[in-house]
């Protein structure tokens, strides 16, 4: 059998080693168009049959995401709004009235916000996999199915999919599904997000995937981007055991982070409520470098009060109290609208209102979401740092620095667009630091929307061009004696962190999962070695080049 028909290969994610049985998700319900009309009298009744079955699935969501914490939340709690929209409810119950069936009606309704988010692109796209989960759920309910998704399989499992829902990854138990390799996504995409939550092997953009059949043994190396087809079992248990050792080696790490030759870098976690909070506070993070506030904002009619977003903001000081906490400003719109806020149609919402921008069509929704950290801060004694989302221009930061400051906060902005990059001097000039978010960064750097497997070498936060905004940005940061982090997936990434570092960066913020191995890759070599690294990578032209020459200097 030759190379190429052994190993498939896609877009690392996720470092680690599986050798298990592959399974693939069970076929969706399908819907059969043109389907015996309703007569008109039993029209109403199907109406509320349809609302009452995108109920149930709205609710399902809203408890899965009430039984977990961070990033898993955030997805549930997105898609269970969704199924409850108005809009696509709006779609259905019309088609219905004209005597379409339930669940064809459900179908037709999606297909439609299929065609609408595709041609968006950007951020919506990648809520088209999502929509579906919808869809298939509701349908399922109507035709008394058991819920769609992933099976529970009795063994270890790699999990291969041509895509997955936030509503199937939110849910993996990692004792059981030990890697996940998909055809679709990107490194960014829910499920790289949500797997490296749950710390286990994953790969995406796999193009020859489907010839993987199920239950067959395979070798996923996370760390190579590689499916490796009944391979040999001696090697592949040895390739695991090694894994394993060194996977033990890295959960002993305790901090703090530094270099081999001691050279300080603040290793912190991302969190998104309180729950999430203090499971990274049991980990080795110094504290937390960014606290995604929208949960609380998210499926709901009204905007929570000052008093409610105090409470919420106050669980996550408390679970680092005395340490270092970054609480990011509300960043909504584009693929995570608001019920109560004055969104527009817009054609290309990921460069339409969201983060700052929101503010300016809401007034006083900053100002009140600032009074609540503020309240927070001096319940808990604490004195958390502030940054806003989507900054662009210097004005915009150092109108953003005057209400932190005047509540006694320390301000910041976040770097995820190339202007605010290109100026960061300019933006140090009102602010005390800066956080790079390379997830948007490398979106709007490669224009490529960061969700589209098709476009996934683009996005990949390795792009010399995306590293080279970095590398400008935390100049500035060493110019101006303030400090500069990254906040984005690309910090959980152990190699490429070492290269952050090398670049200037002063702290490195990731999923609590994957903090110990940041940490550890970072004690393991001096900051010469990344600084040549960075040096050699910003000499590179294309990902796998700039992979390479990192790890000519730093080692795999």
Known sequence: MTEDREIVRGTPVVPGIAYAP???PAPRPEV???????????????????????????????????????????????????????????????????????GEAAAEATEQFVTLFTKMGGLMAE????LRDIRDRVVSELLGLPEPGIPVPTTPSILCAQDLAPADTAGLDPELIVGLVTVLGGPTSHTAIISRQLGIPCVVAVRDLESVVS?????????????????????????????????????????PGRTNDGHAVSILANVQDGAGA???????????GLFRTELCFLDRDSEPGVDEQAEIYGEVLDAFAGR????????????????FANHADEANPALGVRGIRIAEQNPGILSRQLDAVAAAAKQTQSQPWVMAPMISTPAEAESFAAEVRARGLVPGVMVEVPAAALLADRLLRHVDFLSIGTNDLAQYTMAADRMSSDLASLTDPWQPAVLALVARTAEAGVAAGKPVGVCGEAAADPLLACVLI???????????????????????????????????????????????????????
């Open 32 to 102: 059969a168009p043109g389907s015996a009309r309703i007569d008109e009298a039993s029209r109403d009744a199907e109406k509320v049959r349809f609302e009452e079955a995108a109920a149930v699935v709205s609710q399902r969501l809203r408890d899965r995401a009430a039984s977990v914490s961070g990033a898993a939340a955030e997805v549930l709690q997105a898609n269970a709004a969704m199924a409850a929209d108005r809009g696509w409810l709006g779609a259905a119950q019309k088609l219905i009235a004209g005597g379409t069936p339930a």
């Open 324 to 339: 270092k906490v970054v609480i990011r400003t509300l960043d909504a719109g584009s693929d995570k609208p608001l019920r």
């Open 278 to 288: 203090r499971s990274a506070s049991g980990t080795a993070a110094e504290g937390v």
């Open 22 to 24: 592959v399974i693939w």
């Open 502 to 556: 090398g670049l200037g960066v002063t702290s490195l913020s990731c999923a609590g999962a994957a903090v110990s191995g940041v940490g550890a890759k970072v004690g393991s070599v001096t900051l010469d070695d990344c600084r040549r690294a960075a040096e050699d990578v910003l000499a590179t032209s294309d990902p796998a080049e700039a992979r390479a020459a990192a790890v000519r200097v730093l080692g795999a």
């Open 127 to 130: 809520r088209v996999t999502d």
């Open 215 to 255: 239950g067959t043994p395979v070798l996923l190396d996370g760390s190579a981007g590689e499916l490796v087809m009944e391979p040999d079992p001696v090697e592949a248990r040895a390739a695991v055991e090694h894994g394993r050792a060194e996977r033990l080696r890295i959960q002993s790490w305790e901090g």
